[in-house]
């Protein structure tokens, strides 16, 4: 019982870093867009765009109370997000980038970078601190309550 708590939890905090609404399905070019990107990022970019996600995300008033980051360091994120998916889309993949906005439009690129999205957060929940820290309300679970459901 106890493990398929714990899958859940661990499931519900991957899926709660790493979901992206992509709309509508994606057509076979943007998906090859967002494979391309991914594998022409290493580990370092993909971690300054999960970085940059986190500094976009904490400018919601729910959440920039908690964060403690400088305009400098939003402009300085933004700056090298520009540079990052100018090289991407002009240097690395932009065959399959025009093929992409040909056939799906701003949709298309919407899904690609969700797949570069989810890339660099499986970058960042690699880290054991970061799925101790996803997995910490697991000790407030009901116990009682899953196991009358599970059981």
């Not at 949709?107 to 996803?134: K, Y």
Request: aromatic share 8%; hydrophobic share 40%; proline share 1%.
């Amino acid at each position: 019982m106890e493990s398929v708590v714990k899958r859940c939890c661990v499931a519900i905090s991957l899926l709660m870093a790493i979901s992206v609404s992509f709309g509508a399905v994606a057509n076979e070019s943007a998906q090859k867009l967002g494979v391309c990107m991914s594998d022409s990022l290493n580990g370092k970019e993909r971690k300054k765009l999960a970085k940059w996600v986190y500094l976009g995300m904490s400018a919601h008033s729910t959440i920039q109370p908690y964060s403690n980051f400088t305009e400098k360091d939003v402009d300085e994120s933004n700056k090298y997000l520009g540079a990052l998916v100018t090289r991407l889309l002009t240097e690395d993949c932009p065959d399959l980038a025009k093929s992409a906005l040909q056939e799906g439009g701003s949709q298309a690129f919407e899904h690609a970078f969700g797949v570069v999205g989810q890339v660099a957060m499986q970058e960042i929940m690699a880290e054991s601190s970061v799925s101790q820290s996803l997995a910490a309300f697991e000790k407030y679970l009901d116990q009682e309550k899953f196991n009358s459901v599970f059981n």
